[in-house]
């Protein structure tokens, strides 16, 4: 069996997986910038004296249309700033910069640097979302890996399939009520046969409000298959039985293979 996927995205971008706290070294693939945080990012990137940027995808993607003299300035330096540094420019008006990303350039096994609202969300494509300042944003451009302590892991096995009238909110209201302190500051890896039947939007509210509620590092979906995808977005079960869940929270040792145990009391509460 191999190692589970918050091991795989440590490893596969050159952290290597030492224990708990010791300091990891994380290569971003991506990197988001927005109207809040693009222009000094950028100009940190321009100090760095390179001629274009240094990971796989830089995308800028301002949220809302320029108002004012100084906003019509930073979105001019940062249209020119993103072509000279080979940066995929968004206009304004296509959305918040988390969810364009998450529509157009989400990409499973990747890793992204950001500090927009909502990009938590990127971890339900199986991407490791790595929550970074202007200047660190400015060192992921330049593809400078970014040094943090590595985090447990907290494995979230669902047994059996999500019922139709209960949405990641009240899966991440179960976790705080019984497992917040051991949620904050890890990985959540969510796993388990259950999840071929949540639909892609309760997976990116889990993502995204875990970190804020439980004060999770970050949180990880495996990949989605096309078949479950194709139910999830129909609303019908690929097994055909009425969805229950019963979530199951179990702390991951740093070298198992999967987070599987030790074993913690089933989580029936407001899930069941």
């Not at 301002?62 to 700033?81: F, K, N, T, V």
């Not at 990009?119 to 929550?131: D, I, Q, R």
């Not at 690929?238 to 070298?255: E, N």
Request: with cysteine; proline share 8%.
């Amino acid at each position: 069996m191999g190692p589970h996927l918050t091991r795989f995205l440590f490893t596969s971008h050159g952290a290597g997986w030492p224990d708990p706290g010791q300091p990891v070294a994380v290569r971003a693939d991506q990197v988001l910038l927005d109207e809040d945080n693009g222009v000094e990012a950028l100009l940190g990137f321009e100090s760095l004296r390179h001629a274009r940027h240094r990971c796989e995808l830089a995308l800028v993607a301002p949220a809302r249309e320029a108002s004012g003299p100084d906003a019509h300035e930073d979105q001019r330096y940062l249209m020119s700033a993103a072509a000279a540094a080979g940066a995929t420019f968004v206009r304004p008006g296509a959305g918040p910069a988390a969810s364009v990303h998450r529509r157009r350039f989400a990409a499973p096994g990747r890793s992204l640097a950001a500090a927009s609202p909502g990009c938590e969300g990127a971890g339900a494509f199986a991407m490791l979302v790595l929550h970074a300042d202007r200047v660190e944003l400015a060192a992921a451009l330049a593809g400078e890996p970014l040094v943090f302590a590595r985090p447990p892991v907290v494995g979230v096995c669902f047994d059996e399939e999500l019922p139709l009238d209960r949405g990641g909110a009240e899966i991440v209201y179960a976790l705080a009520a019984d497992h917040a302190r051991r949620c904050r500051g890890a990985v959540l890896e969510f796993h388990g046969r259950g999840l071929a039947s949540m639909p892609m939007t309760e997976r990116i509210a889990v993502a995204t409000l875990a970190p804020a509620l439980l004060g999770a590092f970050a949180v990880v979906f495996p990949r989605m298959r096309a078949r479950a995808r194709t139910c999830a977005g129909s609303g019908a079960s690929p097994t055909g039985v009425r969805r229950k869940v019963l979530a199951q929270v179990s702390t991951t040792r740093s070298r198992s293979p999967r987070p599987r145990s030790p074993r913690l009391p089933r989580s029936r509460g407001s899930c069941a």
